[in-house]
């Protein structure tokens, strides 16, 4: 069973930048696609970023030229570099395993940007 385990999350402020991480453990596989949601109140859950060795990174429209998602060396890990933060980035985020059909998620790390 492959369990995500998250950090990074916290209060910014807008234009701020922030750096999430997440590390993935069990029975892996390299072709695997990680990546990043983020669900704000009220709202459904939302891609933000993804990665695999296949496609590469893909990116929501919003976060395009501002976020950049990155894999460790053994693709076990994944993070998320966000910069020029505004408010309607808070949320939280949930990092994503998925492969092959199993379809895995993080607890999810709060992302609040506020002055």
């Known amino acids: 069973q492959v369990q995500l385990v998250e950090s990074g999350g916290g209060l910014v402020q807008p234009g701020g930048s922030l750096r999430l991480f997440c590390a993935a453990s069990g029975s892996l596989y390299n072709s695997a696609t990680m990546g990043w949601y983020r669900q704000a109140p009220g709202k459904q859950r939302e891609l933000v970023a993804s990665?695999?060795?296949?496609?590469?990174?893909n990116y929501a429209d919003s976060v395009k030229g501002r976020f950049t998602i990155s894999r460790g060396g053994a693709m076990n890990t994944v993070y998320l570099q966000m910069n020029s933060l505004k408010p309607e980035d808070t949320a939280v985020y949930y990092c994503?395993?998925?492969?092959?059909?199993?379809?895995?998620w993080g607890r999810g790390t709060q992302v609040t940007v506020s002055s």
């Open positions: 994503n395993y998925r492969v092959y059909g199993e379809n895995i």
């Open positions: 990665d695999n060795l296949e496609d590469g990174a």
